[in-house]
């Protein structure tokens, strides 16, 4: 009863000024929209780039590493067992990339409840040859099916058909810059060198194109098998096993895990790429700041119109008052005038918002580099809304809290004698 | 239907501004249940000044004052405002309506306040009151479309929703010709006599005040005679 008289004093106070309370509100509803507009595409264009590398790469790798000999002969020396020793004379031998046991591991893994998929992959250094040039390459040695469905390879082949490179022997799908500098057609033959000089013909039955330029000027993939035959290994020889996880967030401590189980080294993806995620969130806290920047702005502006409207309605108080009306009911008149003007402008803003993204949502993005991106990115994530709707109420409380403490404390035998 | 409903006791009060003056010296005196009494004074005296005090809008004062018999000094101001609103009607020298409102929901607005009765029942109260006051075919109008003698009707009514003990008018009729003034002083008249209301007017007029029950007069912030 008492609320509901305080909300009907309220909505008389507001429609007696109403354009103003419109502008205020308005004033809202622009800044809540832009808050979701640009938190929205700001965080589609984070995700799409993210997803640029996190889609394309595993969660965990797994591979070998040429290491130092720990054991140096001048530590086994009672002599010098307490001194610092920095000759290291034995070096590196036998540099085997080569994964050992890969076939018990990646049984081990595909057991793994926490891994979604495993791929294997040997990375083979080459050179195309074109004419009398040499152009420095890497082979990626993959398995067909499995990259597809773990790392939708198939997206990234933009000419020809991906599956013939498991059903057509010997054959090989050419990075598009690499292309372009051999002129590779799709059914030419190219010839490569692999680092230990062998050579071997391939055919081409595609194009790939990952959208980062260095990249497919150097990489190209060919099956599991071709690799091995191009450089001369048996068939269980593997340099890299790519993981994907379940849940991304526990790829940390199970690359720990995994570099004990197995013993090889083990990197997970949040290290391999740590300044991804710098990039995306300083992205993020600048469109924070710029949308809570024009929130905190609207704000003044409901603080200054309630001001205006505590300036002109100060008989009004006072005849409130003098009426039985205490301090804390026109201290919550005009609190609920305010949220009613942050409600109100806020609810319009996050559907406007809402409207503004679906728009950029439709409008056409073509780019070279990413193939597989048609319109502007937009990310629908409903935190932004939960965020502006609370930021538009807590703004305008705020807005709203001077004015209506200062409305609360007006004396109205003042304003009274004052006539 | 005898006793005390407001007791003024020593009270006084200073105004510390430009210079430090004493307005009120002493007051002392006390209204019955049903009492129509007039304060009377030379302009300046310090008459208003005790009405705001006996109202309890103005808390700045010394000595005390009982309302209904219980002190109003020490109250909080959440209490003072309920004090008001149940138990005390005030008229201004203006009409002091709110324009955002109907006629009718001017005068509802204590009575929702106070919430003895639900909104229904208020309404059909306030109707009741501008009836008595002659002014019920305006109830839907806004204050600004009424002339100046309907307003202070529309005010009185206001005043009379809480069934208040006292009503207290700070020179009510000042603002209206002679015949609004006749009207207001009349109403207020049969308000005494038919519903035994305790009236406490501010009046500049000797005339009216000569046919109330009882007039105070008041010089230099003294009462000379009551
Ligand atoms: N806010 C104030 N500050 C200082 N003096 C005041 C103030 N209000 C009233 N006064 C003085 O107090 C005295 C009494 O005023 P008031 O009660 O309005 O007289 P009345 O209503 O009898 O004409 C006057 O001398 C007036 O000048
Ligand atoms: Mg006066």
Redesign the interface.
């Given at each position: 009863?008492?609320f509901?008289?305080l909300v009907s004093?309220s909505r008389?106070?507001l429609?007696?000024r109403w354009k103003q309370t419109l502008v205020a509100a308005i004033g809202v509803t622009f800044s809540i929209t832009m808050f979701i507009a640009l938190l929205s595409f700001m965080s589609g264009l984070n995700e799409m780039l993210d997803n640029l590398i996190i889609n394309r790469t595993p969660h965990i790798r797994l591979y070998n590493e040429i290491q130092p000999s720990k054991h140096q002969p001048v530590n086994a020396s009672a002599e010098y067992r307490h001194h610092h020793n920095f000759i290291s004379s034995v070096k590196p031998k036998n540099g085997r990339l080569e994964i050992y046991n890969s076939g018990p591991i990646m049984k081990a893994l595909k057991k793994d409840a926490r891994v979604l998929g495993i791929a294997p992959k040997i990375t083979a250094q080459v050179f195309y040859n074109v004419g009398a040039i040499d152009i420095t390459g890497v082979i990626n040695g993959i398995d067909v099916e499995a990259e597809n469905s773990l790392f939708s390879f198939h997206d990234y082949v933009t000419s020809g058909n991906y599956i013939d490179l498991k059903n057509i022997p010997n054959s090989i799908v050419l990075g598009k810059g690499a292309a372009e500098k051999m002129m590779a057609g799709i059914g030419d033959v190219i010839q490569v060198t692999t680092s230990k000089g062998e050579r071997m013909q391939l055919k081409v039955v595609g194009y790939f194109q990952s959208g980062l330029q260095d990249i497919d000027k150097v990489q190209s993939y060919a099956s599991i098998n071709t690799t091995q035959k191009l450089l001369g290994e048996s068939n269980n020889y593997i340099t890299d096993v790519q993981v994907k996880l379940k849940n991304i967030m526990q790829a940390p401590q199970l690359a720990k895990e995994y570099r004990q189980l197995f013993e090889v080294e083990a990197i997970d993806i949040q290290t391999a790429n740590s300044q991804f995620e710098t990039g995306s969130s300083v992205r993020s806290i600048i469109s924070y700041a710029v949308g809570i920047t024009l929130l905190v702005v609207a704000g003044f502006g409901i603080y200054n119109i309630l001001n205006m409207m505590i300036y002109e309605k100060m008989?009004?108080i006072?005849?409130?008052?003098?009426?039985?009306?205490?301090?804390?009911?026109v201290n919550r008149i005009f609190i609920s005038i305010a949220l009613t003007i942050g409600i109100f402008g806020g609810l319009l803003g996050l559907l406007f918002g809402f409207s503004l993204s679906f728009l950029i949502d439709h409008i056409p993005f073509n780019t070279a580099a990413l193939p597989t991106i048609k319109t502007f990115p937009i990310n629908y994530n409903p935190r932004f809304y939960i965020i502006g709707a609370v930021f538009s109420i807590v703004t305008t409380y705020f807005a709203g809290y001077f004015p209506s403490r200062k409305a609360s404390k007006i004396d109205?035998?003042i304003i009274?004698?004052g006539? | 239907m005898n006793g005390k409903i407001l007791e003024a006791v020593n009270i006084s009060k200073h105004f510390h501004d430009p210079v430090d003056i004493q307005v009120l010296k002493d007051i002392n005196f006390s209204v019955q249940r049903g009492e129509f009494v007039s304060v009377i004074g030379k302009s300046g005296c310090g008459k208003s000044t005790l009405l705001y005090i006996l109202s309890t809008m103005d808390t700045d004062y010394t000595g005390d004052l009982l309302i209904d018999g219980s002190s109003m000094r020490n109250k909080k101001e959440a209490e003072l405002a309920r004090a008001r609103n149940e138990k005390i009607g005030f008229v201004f020298q203006f009409h002091y309506l709110l324009n955002e409102f109907s006629v009718l929901r001017n005068v509802m607005l204590p009575g929702l306040k106070l919430a003895t009765y639900p909104e229904k029942e208020v309404e059909q109260r306030a109707y009741e009151k501008l009836k008595i006051l002659g002014i019920e075919s305006e109830a839907l109008k806004k204050p600004n479309q009424l002339s100046g003698g309907q307003k202070q009707r529309v005010a009185i009514a206001r005043a009379l929703i809480n069934d208040p003990l006292i009503i207290m008018g700070d020179e009510p009729t000042g603002n209206l010709d002679k015949k609004n003034s006749e009207v207001v002083f009349n109403i207020f008249q049969e308000l005494s006599q038919t519903y035994n209301q305790a009236l406490l007017i501010v009046t500049h007029d000797n005339e009216f005040a000569a046919r109330t029950n009882r007039i105070i007069e008041m010089e230099d912030g003294k009462i000379i005679r009551m």
């Open positions: 009863m008492k509901k008289l004093v008389s106070l429609l007696a008989d009004t006072a005849i409130l008052k003098a009426t039985g009306f205490s301090g804390k009911d109205p035998v009274i004698r006539k | -």
